[in-house]
């Protein structure tokens, strides 16, 4: 029986694991339940792909991504993989044809959306089929805190009665503390179960521009891309197509993508999109759920998102292949307004919530310190140094001292047993006898009006610095609550420093002179050598066989698989297997035609050598 590193270098071509995936695929084969929380493009799909090839059965996978599921099943059988899909954009020919591959038992991976899970007729077949292991992609959307809640999601905890044998596997890139819970309690998978990675995407170049000038300011960033797949989220659809427009008079290949358009032109530009003919997408966030392209170098939001769950899943779209990709967010004063009127129409219940996440939001684009600390802090991984790859990181504002309103405002959210919120540790700290401050006897706390120096808004400014550097975090589901984290302890010891930036007016900053938009070509990923020629000499070559094959390019090879090649240079079927992302099943299909190539490259170099690595 071959191991799952094995079946690792010989379907998918890579030569060792993410430390957390091994792990978790051998629970998984010792038929145990999970919850693995990894960032997108950290490798997710491994942890339930390699245990179905490895146990007898089918194994059921739970997506309510469409595009998400026909790229992966496309993935898939590029490399040799029986994979089928069941969801409702089918035909009944379609689907009447996988049903009856299912029953001959061709199909070792079937992706099934929650509705068609949930249909009349599934239960029978779930009863009848050897369901080898359930993966729940997408898991956040089981709890009501989640920022993609899906009330279909909630009766998932069925499948328990009817697959009593089955492992069940949970996964997602977008969970809090709070949603983890609600995943573990709803799937019934023990505590003990979870696998979490870091949520770091290094790889993801992070910067923030004023809304004034978009379009100048766009422009300017793709002056630095322009042969490079990316996309523009926006707010509205109209804004799609305009912004679509201009981007192609300024002589650039986009196309505009929303819900208004009809299915078949939502396809045709999503599909253009996906084998390179469209370099660039103008969408609404219509677009992108789950798609599965891998060399997208790019993505910019137009407008401010709703929450921050919602900004960390679109960004990661963005270089998937591991390479290093840009990431740029327009932001202003109106984008919040709009989001507001959005909330207004949301289900009463969610309201609070959905407020109190957009300000974390608004935060973040406000934010003059570390940018990724801000969001792994906020999905509970609490670190102490700074990135180096952001825009504050890159040009870091001048900063003071702050460990003794630090540690003042760390003791009121300690002395009101995490209770409060930053408003009323503000209030507290201002010895303001507010009803809410009464009511609750807080004035009577050590802590009480022991910061009047300060005014309530530097409170506010200070606490959500210290919110955005890790060393507290906001308990939505209490109400918004601040609770203290791993690194506040040291502060509160005196043990460890805590260093602000000054409080700034809103005036003062409102005069500050406009920014212009990072220039970020590369990043610290790039380290093999390959020669640029030969890179994209492969990539067309890879283009031609992706149209042959009616299939995406980056299906045949991702980008970072062409990079470690151009790097590489191979010259045999072996040495060809030895390069990043090629299979068995791949390197019959296509290293003929790939070292054909380089060897006629190789040949037309000086003295039909190459220089090696690092002398070019």
Request: aromatic share 8%; net charge neutral; hydrophobic share 40%.
């Amino acid at each position: 029986m071959d191991s799952p590193r094995d079946v690792l270098k010989r379907v998918f071509g890579y030569d060792s694991f993410h430390p957390l995936q091994e792990r978790v695929i051998r629970h998984v084969l010792e038929g145990k339940d999970a919850l693995v929380l990894m960032p997108t493009g950290g490798g997710k799909s491994l942890c339930f792909q390699i245990p179905a090839l490895l146990k007898s059965g089918m194994a059921l996978v739970v997506s309510p991504l469409l595009a998400l599921m026909r790229d992966q099943v496309e993935a898939l059988k590029a490399n040799g993989v029986a994979a089928a899909t069941l969801n409702s954009s089918q035909d009944p020919d379609e689907a009447a044809g996988t049903l009856k591959a299912v029953y001959r038992g061709e199909v070792k991976l079937l992706y099934l959306s929650p509705e068609r899970l949930f249909s009349e007729t599934m239960e029978v077949h779930l009863r009848e089929w050897p369901i080898s292991l359930v993966a729940v992609d997408e898991a956040h959307c089981i709890s009501f805190w989640g920022h993609d809640f899906r009330p279909e999601y909630t009766r998932l905890g069925e499948l328990r009665a009817l697959l009593p044998q089955a492992p069940f596997l949970a996964l997602t890139a977008t969970a809090d503390p709070v949603i983890r819970r609600d995943i573990l309690q709803g799937l019934a998978i023990p505590p003990e179960a979870v696998f979490q990675d870091s949520f770091d995407r290094p790889n993801l170049h992070l910067a923030v521009l004023p809304g004034r000038k978009r379009l100048e300011r766009l422009l300017d960033f793709l002056a630095h891309r322009r042969n490079q797949s990316g996309i523009v989220y926006c707010l509205s659809r109209a804004s799609t197509e305009d912004l679509a427009a201009k981007l192609n008079r300024q002589g650039f290949r986009a196309a505009a993508y929303h819900a208004g358009m009809d299915s078949p032109s939502r396809h045709r530009v999503q599909d253009s999109f996906l084998r390179d003919e469209i370099l660039i997408i103008c969408a609404t966030i219509a677009f992108g759920m789950g798609i599965d392209k891998s060399n997208v170098r790019w993505l910019a939001h137009w407008n401010l998102p709703k929450n921050l769950e919602s900004f960390y899943q679109e960004i990661g779209r963005a270089g998937r292949d591991g390479l290093p990709a840009s990431t740029l967010l327009f932001y202003s004063y109106g984008d919040i307004i709009n989001q507001k009127k959005f909330i207004e129409d949301a289900d009463p219940s969610r309201r609070e919530l959905l407020d109190a996440k957009l300000m974390r939001m608004k935060e973040y684009a406000e934010a003059r310190s570390c940018r990724r600390r801000i969001l792994l802090g906020y999905f509970g991984e609490n670190v102490d140094r700074d990135c180096g790859f952001c825009d504050v990181c890159e040009t870091p504002p001048e900063t003071f001292d702050g460990t003794l309103p630090a540690q003042k405002l760390l003791s009121a959210v300690y002395r009101t047993g995490e209770q409060a919120t930053l408003r009323q540790c503000a209030l507290i700290l201002r010895g303001v006898h507010a009803p809410d401050i009464l009511q609750t006897r807080w004035e009577r706390l050590k802590t009480f009006a022991v910061g009047r120096e300060l005014s309530y808004e530097e409170w506010m400014e200070y606490g959500t610095q210290l919110v955005n550097g890790g060393y507290l975090s906001v308990a939505f589901d209490q109400k918004s609550a601040l609770r203290l984290t791993p690194l506040a302890w040291p502060v509160l010891k005196g043990e460890k420093k805590v260093p602000l930036t000054r409080f700034q007016a809103y005036d003062k900053k409102k005069a500050a002179p406009p920014e212009t938009a990072p220039a970020v070509t590369g990043g610290p990923l790039f380290t093999a050598q390959a020669d640029p020629d030969l890179f994209e000499r492969l990539r067309v070559l890879r283009k031609k066989l992706a149209e042959e094959n009616n299939i995406p390019p980056f299906v045949i090879f991702s980008d970072r698989t062409l990079k470690d090649m151009a790097g590489r240079v191979p010259g045999t079927t072996g040495e060809f297997r030895q390069v990043y992302g090629v299979g068995e099943f791949k390197a019959q299909a296509y290293g003929p035609p790939f070292l054909r190539l380089i060897q006629e490259w190789s040949d037309r170099q000086p003295d039909g050598t190459q220089d090696p690595p690092g002398e070019r």
